[in-house]
């Protein structure tokens, strides 16, 4: 049995897909909080790498 090709935007895409139904309607405030956690979880885990790691 041969599995198809899947290209990394159509694995994105999907996942995308998943999430939106899982997660339903969110409020902008709601999308800002999660994108300030995710920035600040960011920092930490970049903090802690030595720095010839950081991408930024």
């Known amino acids: ?3 198809r090709a899947i290209s ?3 694995m994105k ?3 995308r897909d998943e999430v939106s139904q ?3 309607e969110v409020s902008p405030e709601q999308k800002q909080e999660v994108q300030l956690a995710k920035q ?3 920092r ?3 903090s802690q ?3 010839e790691d950081v991408p930024f």
């Open 40 to 42: 600040e979880m960011l």
């Open 49 to 51: 790498a030595p720095d």
């Open 1 to 3: 049995m041969a599995l």
């Open 8 to 10: 990394t935007e159509q």
């Open 44 to 46: 930490q885990f970049w």
């Open 13 to 15: 895409q999907k996942q």
């Open 22 to 24: 899982l997660v339903g």
